[in-house]
């Protein structure tokens, strides 16, 4: 009588457990020639590598190939095993009786296998669900000892942190380029235990009281019937909130200016928003703002570039993160803060201290740096690290405090509630992201998840039976003693302080800070985003916002959307412009800029590598794009790796773009191809693909350099050769050299409008 399949199918398993070679073939399948993945082959130590992805370099910039390190392989093993640690000898077929019968439900490893994937995802965050992180080091310059003890910003101190940014508003899956305001969350692993600062890119907030969080974000998330529009403020339900609840005017002005579309996260600012309070070790007490400064400079995308690539590459800034800590080119940001007398009235020149839509500028209590941020690491597993990572404003360690702001105190609750249900039960500190560097020792006991395995009989307090161990520590311990601040007296009511109502002055100097430029940015930004509006009385409305912000922000606006301008409806308060608002001015280091270079693949290669190496030495990326990929003079001694093709190569990616013209072979030569055939044209037709790579880099005001006959090239995309920032040379590197300086000021800002 024939065997029983499964039966059979169990002892070829046996056998290769027991080492007697790998099977010939499952019940119902000739045993193969060669070992296909349903036939284990015999295991091999050290694992073969993954195979990499063709050239390298057309993945990452530093051109390393996945898999190559063991390190870094997903399997350390060399056998698959359950969850259990039985080995596997199949996981790509179900138990049947049969192969063609019946699955059978005492398949433990099918049903394993399946619930497990069944249970993979967790609640995205309710808001903030999109964001990258990574790794690095806090150092403490020592400058902040004169009015905190926390340890970790003592001189040349080094702290391990993780920093996740995010956008707000949108979904996990949604595009990173939104308009939208991004969060800046840094865990601190101090040795005091940890410090999170989890800040935004913009220093003003919405709403003034936590209370009114459900509502500013069930206002801004897509609208409950048909759930759009995703991550977008550009809707009714948004701007009938903000024009109604005249409080959110600063921040919606913020992200309504370049702020809300940054170029990178390696470019932004980052801002604690409330005020702290930072204690020395004598308790005196000092009122401070905390901000982050990018070495790189605070840039921004162009709103088409923003569009494009919500299209073409929606991990753009999360890609951009990743590629620059892989390349070496480390983001660095300075914290600093802004400090102020810790006075009974919380204000400081007129200020509310106490109220977050307030900023207090610059030129009034300057940023001065406390410390150096760097980013070099980048996490091994999204989901354990950048997912599972949860953060709380009440993460604090002794000398940093916090103070009255009515948003905060909201905050203090909500961030450990949301992560009980996110992160499935009150454990989720043990998850090894969340786990303090510093000595735990506490006496919270099981629930979900519980990873460790407690001894003893007393956690309770005060005990006989441990020893009566844990003791409480005193200040002079390192404990964490709250300012004994005096708490104002008052009647219980639901109010805000008087202070907290006027809402236009503090939009007004942001307003009047910013330069011509960044004016028409905002100006086509509101009128974008009302423009989309279905309903009338929200446009009005939102008109009448601006109206009482500045009259010469509503007009344009208005005739955007064809409607009149009203009168203002408040006393416009004369401001003083504060200069540190602006993006546009100052120079800026290059370090990290991707620029391309566009070659037809055949003539000055020799300029091509030149200007490569040129590149990698100014600390920048170069990013080589040929007609097709894979290497160009393959055959030669020295090949140059296409990065990207003419194809996958789109403007927004560039910071500048360098045309490796193509000395002997006619004007035209680069690009000069009939984009169907892939053939040299004959006469002066140009690749489509290149004409609209050079265009958008033209209007973006991205800087662009020629050399040997590229001139014609721009001719053909309508880009004007004595334009500003179109540098026209003799070899690559000069025109590299020129580009570079050009680079500095981020955009060659004559090339807008207003600008010119
Ligand atoms: Fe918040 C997440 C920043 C007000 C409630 N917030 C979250 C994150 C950042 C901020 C960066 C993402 C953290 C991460 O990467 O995991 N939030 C801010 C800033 C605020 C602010 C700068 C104002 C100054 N937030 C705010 C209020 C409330 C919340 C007023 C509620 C009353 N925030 C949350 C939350 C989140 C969160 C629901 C979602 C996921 C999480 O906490 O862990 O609790």
Redesign the pocket.
């Known amino acids: 009588t024939e065997k029983n399949p499964v039966r059979a199918f169990a002892e070829k398993a046996a056998d290769v457990l027991r080492g007697d070679g790998p099977p010939e073939g499952v019940p119902g399948r000739p045993a193969p020639e060669t070992p296909s993945l349903a036939e284990p082959t015999e295991p091999r130590e050290p694992l073969p590598p993954k195979p990499d992805q063709g050239a390298p370099e057309t993945v990452s910039p530093t051109g390393r190939a996945t898999g190559a390190d063991p390190r870094t392989r997903a399997q350390h093993g060399a056998h698959l095993t359950t969850a259990q640690g039985a080995r596997l000898y199949d996981t790509d077929h179900s138990l049947k009786a049969g192969p063609r019968g019946p699955v059978l439900l005492q398949d433990h490893h099918l049903r394993e296998k399946i619930t497990h994937f069944d249970h993979e995802r967790i609640p995205e965050?309710?808001?903030?669900a999109r964001?990258a992180a990574a790794h690095g080091v806090f150092k403490g310059y020592g400058t902040a000892a004169s009015v905190t003890k926390a340890a970790f910003l003592g001189k040349d101190v080094e702290t391990p942190v993780f920093t996740?940014f995010?956008t707000v508003l949108g979904s996990r899956g949604s595009a990173d380029t939104v308009r939208d305001t991004r969060?800046?969350?840094t865990k601190f692993y101090t040795t005091e235990g940890t410090f999170d600062l989890?800040?935004?890119n913009i220093p003003v907030?919405f709403i003034q009281d936590?209370i009114k969080?459900p509502d500013v974000i069930h206002a801004g998330k897509p609208h409950p019937d048909r759930e759009i529009p995703q991550a977008q403020s550009a809707h009714d339900t948004f701007w009938d909130f903000v024009t109604l609840h005249t409080e959110a005017t600063h921040h919606t002005l913020w992200n309504m200016s370049d702020r809300g579309i940054p170029r990178s996260y390696r470019m932004m600012e980052g801002f604690g928003?409330?005020t702290f309070r930072l204690v020395d070790a004598k308790g005196a007490t000092t009122l401070v703002k905390f901000h982050w400064k990018p070495k790189l400079g605070v840039h921004s995308l162009v709103w088409e570039e923003a569009q494009i690539a919500g299209g073409v590459d929606p991990d753009f800034h999360r890609r951009d993160l990743y590629d620059a800590i892989e390349a070496g080119a480390y983001p660095q940001w300075e914290l600093g803060i802004q400090t102020f007398p810790d006075n009974p009235e919380q204000t400081f020149e007129g200020i509310d201290l106490l109220d977050?839509t307030n900023i207090v500028p610059e030129e009034l209590a300057p940023v001065q740096p406390i410390g150096l941020l760097t980013l070099n690491r980048n996490p091994t597993n999204f989901f354990a690290e950048t997912e599972q990572?949860?953060?709380h404003p009440g993460h604090l360690v002794p000398g940093i405090d916090v103070t009255d702001d009515p948003?905060l105190a909201?905050?203090l609750f909500?961030?450990l509630d949301?992560?009980i249900t996110?992160l499935a039960g009150p454990n989720f500190g043990q998850i090894p992201i969340n786990r303090p560097h510093a000595e735990v020792n506490d006496m919270l006991r099981d629930g979900f998840h519980q990873q460790a395995v407690h001894t003893g009989v007393a956690p309770y307090r005060p005990n006989s039976l441990d020893g009566g161990c844990p003791f409480t520590a005193g200040a002079d311990e390192g404990a964490f003693v709250e300012t004994p601040v005096t708490v104002p007296q008052g009647k219980k009511v639901r109010e805000a302080p008087e202070t907290f109502s006027e809402h236009f002055s503090q939009p007004r100097r942001f307003w009047r800070s910013m330069s011509p430029v960044e004016r028409e940015h905002i100006v086509a930004a509101y009128t974008f985003e009302l423009g989309k509006c279905y309903e009338q009385s929200i446009k009005e409305r939102g008109l009448q916002v601006l109206a009482n912000i500045d009259p010469e922000l509503c007009a344009p606006v208005a005739a955007g959307l064809g409607l009149p301008a009203p009168e203002p409806t408040v006393a416009l308060e004369e401001v003083e412009p504060s200069p540190a608002l602006s993006q546009v001015g100052g120079d800026w280091p290059a370090d990290g800029r991707l620029i391309a270079i566009v070659t037809d693949g055949q003539g000055d290669l020799d300029g091509v590598r030149a200007v490569r190496q040129a590149v990698l030495d100014g600390g920048m990326v170069p990013l080589v794009v040929a007609p097709a990929g894979g290497k160009l003079d393959a055959e030669g001694a020295d090949p140059v790796t296409v990065q990207r093709t003419f194809t996958t190569a789109r403007s927004i990616e560039f910071d500048a773009v360098l045309l490796a013209g193509v000395p002997g072979r006619g004007a035209d030569a680069l690009g000069a191809r009939d984009a169907k055939a892939g053939e040299p044209a004959s006469g002066t037709a140009t690749d489509p693909r290149v004409l609209l790579l050079l265009d958008e880099a033209f209007r973006h005001g991205k800087a662009i350099g020629v050399w040997g006959g590229g001139g014609t090239v721009l001719e053909a995309a309508g880009v004007p050769s004595g334009a500003p920032g179109v540098v026209s040379a003799d070899s690559g590197p000069e025109a590299l050299a020129e580009v570079t300086r050009l680079l500095a000021t981020h955009r060659v800002w004559e090339r807008f409008t207003a600008a010119g």
């Not at 965050?125 to 903030?128: D, G, Y």
Request: proline share 3%; no cysteine; glycine share 14%.
């Open positions: 965050r309710v808001v903030h964001g996740r995010s969060g800046f969350a989890v800040g935004n907030f936590a969080f928003v409330h977050p990572v949860a953060f948003l909201g905050r909500s961030y949301t992560q996110r």
